[in-house]
């Protein structure tokens, strides 16, 4: 993939080359305050491809630059995950609680007598 780019880049630059040797009229030039009378066309056409080329490169990087952060950033954080990996394996494992048991002050429900006038009601639509 490099040597495909590097083969474009190096044909785009004789390309540029080419067009620079044909035209070399000279043009006024004015750019904001900014005034150059008398530059030849082949010269604004090579001051515009490395202008062009220097802003391409430094957006390369720029990205270049928040892909290294990116990656270290990740770096740390897969070191402290591993880490914590190799923390939690060597640790001996803790043992389970049991659940809590059921409290065994709480008494049964007394069954009503058959005349039903003694124990505990039961509330109404509950099975007798």
Known sequence: MLQVVVFLALAFSIVIAIFAVQNTTAVDVAFLTFRAPGVAVSILVLIS???GAGVILLLGAAREVQHRWRHRSLNQQLRAANARVQELETKPAEPVAA????PEDTQPIAE???????GA????????
């Open 99 to 102: 659940p809590p048991a059921a």
């Open 49 to 51: 491809a490395a202008l």
């Open 121 to 128: 009601e039961r509330p109404p639509g509950t099975p007798a």
């Open 112 to 118: 009503p007598s058959a005349s039903g006038s003694q």
